[in-house]
């Protein structure tokens, strides 16, 4: 058929996106002057979502599966995956990472661990729905697709089940580093609606884990310690203890006060590399989460761990810093982020 660049393009385009993949087949030519109209063709068919490769070369419609291995547009961009809650309430856990992480220009793979009404703290008890079979649907998708993924980072889960599937997820997925912020606990409590097995369900992905960011409740809750203030005789043994669990990831640790400074520690060998900022006084919700987040994005961007610590905790000041501005009340919903996305924007 000779396609018009006009009205008997768009109509052709129109037939193809509603037919069945398996029946496009046949031949289509372009006028003498149609180069721009190939492609626009290319651009159009690619917007529609049609899974189709052409040549214009040869004029020749392909069925995408006759070109799996070779010959087709191929994915080249390495996505992240992310799985936390999405929080249908403000800017927290899998709404907050993704905003960093595309303000960092990192393309985003997210498979919400389970979708709640409000977070899990000061909201009695939020509505939850349960994301299993579709992130395990979702995830035998990508691996069809054999999409590259450059590394996963995980947040809150919510269940050892939930815990059990992320960690099947990642092992098909096979990505090539993993952050774990093993989110379950803080200021000696576990969080609302977690049974006392979580955190031995959680060490069992954090095997898996090139490096994993809990904070001080964490870390004790899950070498079995007693809770105490934050030191670094315990956190050392407690680094040890780990690595005898068969944890061998490198292990940074949040929410330490040193100094008069708010920051964490990076367990090097037997020594601890703090990095810190100004400490605002009072609670700031997501804050974990936001650290993990930039944290992951530096890695991915190429920072050494001990570079991307210090570099995601001082761009995790400028949002600490905007959200102590709002009332107490406000913090609930979150970080403020506007600042923070205006960093991160500047800085690429």
Known sequence: MVLNVDNQ????????AAKPLGTIHGQFSFPASGGTAGLFFATA????????????????????????????????????????DFSALGQISLVAATTILQAMGITTALLPATVL??????????VALDTTNWQQATAQHWAQLQLPFQGALVGYLGSAQEVHTVRQIIRDLTPNQLVVDPVMADQGCLYPGLPATYPAALCDLCRDATVLTPNWTELCL?????ISEPNPEDCLHMAKLLHQSGITGQLVVTGIHQDGRIGS??????????SGADYFPGHFY????CFAALLYGYLTRGSKLHTAVDQATQALAVAVKETAAVPMGERLLGMQLKKLVTYLTREK
């Open 45 to 84: 068919v690619q917007r529609l979502n049609c899974l189709i490769s052409f040549q214009i070369f040869t004029g020749e419609v392909y069925n995408d599966e006759r070109l799996t291995k070779g010959g087709r547009d191929v994915i080249e961009t390495k996505a992240s995956i992310i799985i936390e």
């Open 222 to 226: 899950m070498t079995g310690q007693s």
């Open 9 to 16: 393009l768009f109509i052709f385009l129109l037939k193809l």
């Open 286 to 289: 997501g804050t974990g989460d």
């Open 117 to 126: 009404s409000t977070q899990t703290e000061g909201f009695a008890t939020p």
């Open 265 to 274: 520690w990076l367990v090097h060998g037997d020594q601890l590399l703090f």
